[in-house]
């Protein structure tokens, strides 16, 4: 296990999202360090394609143990040990890509969200191999390493790249339909394993949508906060999906994002708001 040197840490957002920092990146040495050496890497199955590393164990461990020596209070829900619910909750995937990791693939990272009283506070993907930590805080905008992020300024269709993930946890007819749409309206479709990443590249303008049917919340928290906080549109995915259980996805620029709804069926936050709004005034 990586040793990181103690620092006390107050009872505060602020102090949340220091930690945040410091224990992903000593995460991200511990999960470098496996990706290059090749017995940590080596892979048992869970199910259908679904990838299982002594690092992903190993990452988790890290950080529920750091995260609970100075949040003791805060409850912790990881991906592999599962863990408890509360009002102040940890939600982790320690390797989100396994399948790129076990395969030498360098396109994989921890994902971090920190959800108080029923909203991500804060968010964090770290990809090591690229050393390249996204960072959201609700209100304070997106980072790379430091410096904002925005997501991309695209509006046609034949312009853009849209990341559909799956998993065996919905039907390929699902998939293929969405697929077929977003091809019908001139978009590449891409798929490179790790739903985590993907959603950080949509807030990096690196590409212009995310979609996955189905998404447990270690994967898809921080990413979302990192697309809403960089300008993007997002699914309301505490109305559609829970923490607990997961839910559909959907991440996009504001140019392509009515399209990519569209297309999936999956509705934005923004146009529920409206919706709501509307009957509201009615
Ligand atoms: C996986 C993702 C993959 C996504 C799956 C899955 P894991 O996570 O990143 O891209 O489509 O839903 O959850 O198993 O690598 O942590």
New binding site residues.
Partial sequence: MVTVEPTSYADTLEARAALCCEVIRSAGQLVLKGFQGEQTRSFSMKGPQ??LTATDAASEAHIRSMIGAYFPGDSFFG?EEGGSIGARVWVV?P?????NFARGIPH?CISIAYVENGRTEIGAIFNPALDELYFARRGEGATRNGLPIRVANTLRFDAASVEV???T?VANSVYLEVIQSLLEMGANVRRA????L?LAYVADGRSDGYI?M???SW?CLAGLLLVSEAGGEVCPFFTIGSLREGGPVLAAAAGVAAGVSKASHIPLASSQNSEERQTTMA
């Fill in positions: 679904d990838f991906e995937d390797v989100d890509g396994t399948a994989f993930g799956w998993s946890r394993g790790s739903g985590a993907a996955e189905h998404m447990n994967d």
